[in-house]
């Protein structure tokens, strides 16, 4: 084991803890009293030093492309799930936005009910068919409120080079409301591995495809579109981005 990506991890976690703590605190407090949009701004402030503090402590950096890509009007973004990096950076690039998440998140203390000063859509996944239902109404009437909406179709994060099964709730959502489609995918895995403690120096790629019109298209045919983009997008990407 490397003794000093061991340092360097431990360093990130010192101040990231605090950041975490401080800002969810403000959300659930002080932050009830400002309107949704000004509180995610503030809120997802805590995301950017994340970021920041990872490269300044890991040697994590990032590289963007595609970044025009993103639309101007509301639309839904599926993006490849396999760290927590990519839910810190696309929640503060792409606000404002919902993001589509487990309700066991919001139980966290202080992460948790920071969260949920976000405006996220939680839903139970031991009930699909609940789920769908919710993805479908309270994403509809985000995306009409100006809201993004954040689904990561994997469902939960996916080891480093592996592929997940994609679900067609995020396909789906965007059909109903008849808004675009913007596929991501990035290697995040590579330097911040789900699941794990060590965060290895590298770099972060993060593709912005095309968007997607739905009109006309299916959830099916939709779906396994975005899903060949990501993963075809994520093939051509560096094999392993961090250093050893």
């Not at 066991?104 to 139970?124: Q, V």
């Not at 596929?183 to 789900?194: D, K, Y």
């Amino acid at each position: 084991m490397n003794v000093l990506v061991v340092l360097r991890s431990l360093a990130f976690y010192l101040g990231y803890v605090p950041t975490v703590a401080l800002f969810s605190t403000f959300g659930f407090t002080l932050g009830l009293l400002c309107p949704h949009r000004l509180r995610q701004e503030v809120l997802t402030y805590a995301n950017s030093i994340i970021i920041w503090w990872l490269k300044v402590t890991c040697g994590v950096e990032v590289r963007v492309i595609g970044e025009t890509n993103i639309p101007q009007q509301p639309f839904v973004a599926l993006s490849k799930h396999q760290s927590s990096w990519e839910t810190y950076y696309l929640q503060r690039k792409l606000r404002p936005v919902s993001t589509i998440l487990k309700r066991e998140l919001l139980r966290i203390p202080f992460f948790g009910w920071g969260l949920a000063m976000t405006r996220p859509i939680a839903i139970d996944r031991s009930s699909p068919k609940t789920a769908l239902k919710e993805v479908l109404s309270k994403g509809q009437l985000r995306l009409a409120e100006g809201n993004n909406v954040l689904i990561y179709p994997e469902g939960t994060r996916i080891e480093y080079g592996k592929t997940g099964n994609y679900g067609r709730s995020g396909a789906a959502l965007a059909i109903a409301a008849q808004v675009p489609v913007l596929p991501i995918s990035h290697n995040a895995g590579a330097c911040w591995p789900a699941h794990k403690f060590l965060k290895h120096p590298g770099t972060v790629t993060v593709v912005f495809g095309e968007p997607i019109y739905t009109k006309g298209l299916q959830s099916k045919s939709l779906n396994a579109r975005v899903e060949a983009w990501i993963e075809d997008t994520l093939a051509s990407l560096p094999k392993t981005s961090h250093k050893n």
